[in-house]
C-alpha cells in the first residue's frame, strides 16, 4: 500500500507537467492552431469511456493485472513518441507535427483510460476494508501535496529555461 501512496505522487506530477495551462503553453510554443489545441485537450475526456471496456475485457477472463500493465506501458510509449516529436517538431511540418502529436496524445489517452476502473476494482481487493479510510485519505494528502509542489517547480523550471521548448520537453520528459 505504500508504494500505492507513493505512485500517487508520481502520478500527480505526471498530470500537472501534461496538463492543463503547462500543456497549453507547450502547444502554443510549437505553433499548434488554437482549434488543434482545443481538440488534442479534448481528448482526455473522449477516452473516459473506455474504462467500461476494461472492466468488460476483465470479464472474458483477461487477468486485471495484465490488462493494467499493458495499458501502462503502452502509454509510456506513446509520451516517448510525444516528447521525440516535440524535440524534432523543427523538422516536421507544422501540420503534420499537430497529426502526429494528436494521435499519440489520442493513444496515450485512450491507453490511460482503459484499465481506470480495473484500478479502483484492484485497490479495492488489495486494502482491507477495516484500513480503507486511512489509505485513501493518506494518498489525497500525498496528491494534493504534490500538486502544489510541482506546479511551483514546473513554474519556475520554464520560467528559468524561458519557456524555450527545451522547457517543455524537460517537463514531459521528467513527467514521463
Not at 23 to 47: K, R, T, Y
Not at 158 to 168: H, P
Request: charged share 10%; glycine share 10%; aromatic share 10%.
Amino acid at each position: 500500500m505504500s508504494l500505492s501512496v507513493a505512485s500517487t505522487a508520481f502520478g500527480t506530477l505526471f498530470a500537472a507537467g501534461t496538463g492543463g495551462p503547462i500543456f497549453a503553453g507547450l502547444l502554443l510554443a510549437l505553433a499548434v492552431s488554437p482549434v488543434q489545441i482545443g481538440i488534442i485537450n479534448s481528448l482526455a475526456v473522449l477516452f473516459v469511456p473506455l474504462q467500461l471496456v476494461g472492466v468488460l475485457l476483465e470479464r472474458v477472463r483477461l487477468p486485471r493485472r495484465r490488462i493494467w500493465l499493458a495499458s501502462v506501458l503502452l502509454q509510456r510509449v506513446a509520451w516517448v513518441g510525444l516528447i521525440l516529436i516535440t524535440a524534432f517538431h523543427a523538422k516536421l511540418e507544422r501540420d503534420q507535427f499537430a497529426y502526429l502529436f494528436t494521435l499519440l496524445f489520442g493513444l496515450s489517452n485512450l491507453f490511460a483510460q482503459l484499465p481506470g476502473g480495473l484500478w479502483f476494482s484492484w485497490m479495492g481487493d488489495l486494502v482491507p476494508s477495516s484500513r480503507q479510510a486511512g489509505f485513501w485519505s493518506r494518498r489525497n494528502a500525498v496528491s494534493q501535496a504534490t500538486t502544489v509542489v510541482s506546479a511551483l517547480l514546473i513554474g519556475w523550471s520554464i520560467e528559468v529555461l524561458d519557456g524555450r521548448i527545451g522547457a517543455y520537453v524537460t517537463v514531459l520528459a521528467a513527467a514521463v
